[in-house]
Every structure is written in C-alpha cells, then in structure tokens.
C-alpha cells in the first residue's frame, strides 16, 4: 500500500486551443519520500495560466476522525452493458477500513459528516465515458464524455463534497458503452475520498431537514415549467 506512480494525461491531438486538466490523488507518503512531477510531452505554462502541483497533510486532532481512501484499477474495462460496481485492483490509501468493509468493491462510511469525493476515469481512443458514483441507490454526480472524436486516451477527473451517513455505501458503476483505460504504470482510474468535517447527531438531524426542505420544494414546484 501507499506509493503508486500515476498518470495525468491527454493523448489526443485532435482539438484547437489550449485546455487545462487536472487530477486529485490520496497518497500515504513516507517521511524523508520525495514526489517528483514529470513530463515528456510538450505543456504551456503562464502567469496567467501556470502547471501547477500542490498538496496537504492529512491528519485531523482525533484519531477517529482520520478517514481517507483511494483505490485504483490496473487494467482496461469495455462492454456493451454496464458494469456494477466498478471493480478496483489496488488499494493504495484504506484509513479508516471502509473499503470492501462489507461489501467487494464498495466503501462503507464509517463515520458521518461532510466528505471530499474524488473519481478519475481514463477514456479510450475514440470511445465515450459515463462512470457513476452512488450512495445506497441514489446516484449523486459522474465524469463523462459524450465525445468519441479523441485519437488518444485522456483522464477525466471529477471532485465533489457530500454529507455521508455511518453505513452508507458507496459504489462506481459504468455504464454500458463506457471504456474505460487503466494500467499499473499510471492507474488512470481511481475512486477516493476522505473525511472533512465529522458530524454529531444534531448536525446529522439538521441535515436530514434541510434535505427533507429541499425535497418539498421540489414537489412543490414540479408541475411549474417555464
């Protein structure tokens, strides 16, 4: 567990212009480690649009509250119908003991509150992507790609804060036509996320009215089309 090497790349050359991409990672690093930052293709950099390479040292006040994961697959996945969960071959951060806790290929929130939620998904050559994250059944956001006009692989990555519950489980599904590009030389695809701010019960109570709020504000609204 802990070092891995990774990949943050965009290998097609068809487009115009100059984008910016982006990839989080959780890793455990040893002190006295070094983390070097490579590359050997051409990259732009600027005052007004720099390469950029940051990080943080995770390590709440109580021990309890240290919770972070990051797993990652080490080879390809393509097929015509979805694949649920999306499985992962490498556990490379399971503070906390979350993943696969229950259930294979799931994570189980150990503790309540309000969590950073990171998905990266490496898109195949001229292939589209739409890989899912749930909580229990409830989807809550994704990273895709409609476009299939891409002559190379390319990682896509996606971050998100969201309020878990103690017993949540949490899952990635693919879905149909989705391919997917992962390797041990740079575990294009990963699924992590660790712990912000645990919660206590009142917070818990307070949240679950905001939700049940937001919700009969939905209804209310929902025959109201403009």
Known sequence: QG?????????????QGIDTIARPLIIDVPAGSQIIVTSSQAYWSSDALPVSFTGFYYQPQDSANRIAWMVARN???????????VSFNRAVVNIGGGWEAEIPDYYTVQVSGYYLVLITAGAKANKRVDMRIYQNADYIFDVY????????????SRTGVFFFEQGDR???RASGNTALHSSVIGYETSFGGLLL???????????????????EAD???????V
């Open 3 to 15: 070092f891995i090497s990774t990949k943050i790349n965009r290998a097609h050359t068809v487009y």
């Open 75 to 85: 080879g390809d996945w393509e097929d015509s119908l979805p694949l649920d969960p």
């Open 145 to 156: 790609r409609q476009s299939v006009q891409h002559d190379g692989v390319d990682v896509l």
């Open 170 to 172: 949490l899952r990635l």
């Open 197 to 215: 701010f645990p919660s206590d019960s009142s917070t818990s109570a307070q949240h679950a009215q905001a939700m049940e709020m937001a919700e």
């Open 219 to 225: 209804n209310l609204f929902a025959g109201f089309k």
